[in-house]
């Protein structure tokens, strides 16, 4: 596999996936799933075998520390372990002892032990849900002083996009593509959302659905007429039909999406004559502003990536 890993970056790469939630196994790159694999494997004694139930509890032990981040039970993953060899069992299944670590991870596993792992996946978690709580308390200092300070001389669009931007910061914070929406209705900001398709996923976790799922919520109805949504970004197919099945009366989007946009760059489905509710909408609100925050992002990625610092096929 060609460089060996330091103890040091394993915890970090560590840390960085028990930063998110809901991570499924199958949707790892290949060397960040044998990192999982062996930070779960060094919770099995060394050289010693164990009946299967000895091997669930400690597979228990890491998923509920170092594995906390994962999507998975103890059975599903004592079988991913045996499957890639990173745990062994008798022909019948019935005794199991840890397996060879792939050469990349064998120096700095022989240094690593269940109490450095548990320790690096807990801080990061710690700190991800500091890092949420400031956020939310600036979020809605910020929210209130922007709506209830609206001058008849401002653009309130302009005011409420301001908000969808904040959201999308959040997206950036946790590795998302950063596009942020609020919901508002009667003037007041009744829900937020921003990307988490990686973190959670989900391919329909864009920024707008987590929004009208929130609003939903609340109003304790999946319609949301008299509502607007405002999204830093041009909303795609999925999310222009999730608007109208809503009945959003009015979208305000910033940055046209030329890929993926649904309202006019590639496609106007507001515009469909044959669909039954027809939202209002206004393109192009604070658009430098949410374009060059996806510029920057992805210059980011594209220079983490050269250093190294994330694998070449991660997400997003």
């Not at 999730?242 to 006019?264: E, P």
């Not at 393109?283 to 694998?311: D, H, I, M, T």
Request: charged residues 25%; contains cysteine; glycine residues 8%.
């Amino acid at each position: 596999m060609g460089l060996t890993i330091s103890p040091a970056d394993w915890l970090d790469r560590l840390a960085r996936l028990g930063g998110r939630d809901g991570v499924h196994l199958a949707s790892l790159a290949r060397r960040e799933q044998e990192l999982v694999f062996a930070s779960a494997a060094l919770f099995l004694p060394a050289g010693e075998s164990l009946t299967e139930r000895e091997a669930n509890e400690c597979l228990k032990r890491f998923l509920s520390s170092a594995g906390s981040m994962l999507a998975t039970d103890h059975v599903e993953l004592r079988r991913w372990l045996a499957d890639a060899a990173f745990i062994r069992r008798t022909d019948r299944g019935t005794d199991y002892r840890r397996g060879e670590l792939p050469e990349w991870l064998r120096d700095a596993a022989s240094t690593l032990d269940q109490a450095c792992l548990s320790e690096a996946v807990a801080t990061a978690r710690d700190e991800r849900a500091q890092k949420q709580a400031a956020r939310k308390q600036a979020w809605l200092a910020h929210a209130a002083a922007g709506i209830d300070v609206v001058e008849e001389t401002q653009d309130a669009d302009e005011v409420l996009m301001k908000l969808a931007i904040d959201q999308a910061h959040n997206a950036w914070a946790l590795g998302e593509v950063p596009v942020g929406a609020v919901v508002v209705k009667d003037g007041r900001v009744i829900a937020t959302g921003f990307n988490q398709p990686v973190g959670n996923s989900d391919p329909t976790a864009h920024a707008e659905v987590q929004a009208m799922r929130e609003a939903a919520e609340l109003l304790g109805n999946y319609r949301l007429a008299d509502c607007e949504l405002y999204v830093t970004l041009e909303p795609c197919a999925m999310c222009a039909g999730a608007m109208q099945h809503a009945r959003i009366a009015r979208l305000v989007y910033g940055a046209a999406d030329s890929k993926t946009g649904a309202c006019g760059s590639v496609i106007d489905l507001f515009a469909e004559p044959r669909l039954n509710h027809h939202t209002q909408v206004r393109a192009g609100v604070l658009a430098g502003e949410c374009g060059e925050l996806l510029s920057k992002f992805f210059a980011e990625r594209r220079e983490l990536k050269q250093a190294g610092a994330l694998p070449a096929d991660s997400d997003p």
